[in-house]
């Protein structure tokens, strides 16, 4: 079935260092992965994507990395800052097969907490 | 930037009550998800729509009905309450083709007493 996982429920950094979240996926027919951050109280908030036929997309300060071999995902940030503390969650979607249908499954978020 | 607008934020109900959430998503998304998120959970997903039709379903109660109006905001409705129910419910909206992200509100806290 669909599953996705991180492999480390929390995770410190000192600021300034960079950081690599992982998470691991099932789900050999997933076309389509997010990371997500998010706050407490907050809802889930976009980082970045990558699509199946890649295998890193950077962002601002943010690299995502996809190892389709070993269904494998990463997120790198770098630069720590303390409003990077958070919890991290991958996120996958299957191959667009009907209009509308695509959900999204979460994996185990990742506590990430900078320390000063 | 409009974002997905969820109301109420917080929800206090009894055992047995009922419980309808609002969901506003962003201008021109025609998808709409709904998940649910329990205390150190990664959300769960329970019920999605494309252009006013449910497009996909997933762990929601039988107890718990939803549905997107024409104007595309969405309301979860949810009956005879469980102390289980206490959750944060997140909505999300999408641009319904191809491979676009989920944006999601703030969600609201439900909590049953």
């Known amino acids: 079935g669909e599953s996705v996982g991180l492999h480390l429920p929390t995770l410190s950094v000192q600021e300034g260092d960079n950081s690599i979240i992982n998470c691991a996926y099932s789900?050999?027919?997933?076309?389509?992965f997010i990371w997500y951050k998010q706050e407490s109280g907050k809802g889930p908030q976009f980082i970045i994507d990558?699509?199946?036929?890649?295998d890193k997309r950077q962002g601002q300060r943010v690299t995502v990395l996809l190892n389709k071999t070993v269904k494998h995902l990463s997120l790198q940030i770098a630069a720590t800052q303390p409003g990077d503390s958070a919890v991290y969650f991958c996120?996958?979607?299957?191959?667009?097969?009907?209009?509308?249908?695509?959900?999204?499954?979460f994996g185990q978020g990742t506590r990430l907490t900078i320390n000063p | 930037a409009a974002g997905v607008i969820q109301s109420p934020r917080h929800l206090i109900k009894e055992k047995r009550e009922t419980a309808t959430l609002k969901c506003y998503p962003i201008?021109?998304?025609?998808?709409v998800y709904w998940y649910q998120q329990g205390p150190g959970q990664d959300p769960q997903f329970l019920i999605s729509?494309?252009?006013?039709?449910?497009?996909d379903k997933g762990s929601i109660p039988d107890r718990f009905s939803a549905q997107q109006f024409s104007d595309y905001h969405s309301e979860l409705n949810m009956s005879s309450l469980e102390l289980g129910d206490s959750a944060l419910y997140f909505c999300?909206?999408?641009?319904?083709?191809?491979?676009?992200?989920?944006?999601f509100g703030n969600g609201t806290r439900l909590t049953v007493t």
């Open positions: 999300a909206s999408r641009e319904g083709g191809g491979n676009s992200p989920l944006h």
């Open positions: 201008p021109r998304h025609d998808t």
């Open positions: 729509f494309y252009e006013k039709m449910q497009s």
């Open positions: 996120a996958e979607m299957g191959a667009f097969i009907i209009q509308g249908a695509q959900k999204l499954v």
């Open positions: 789900n050999s027919a997933s076309d389509y």
């Open positions: 990558i699509r199946s036929n890649m």
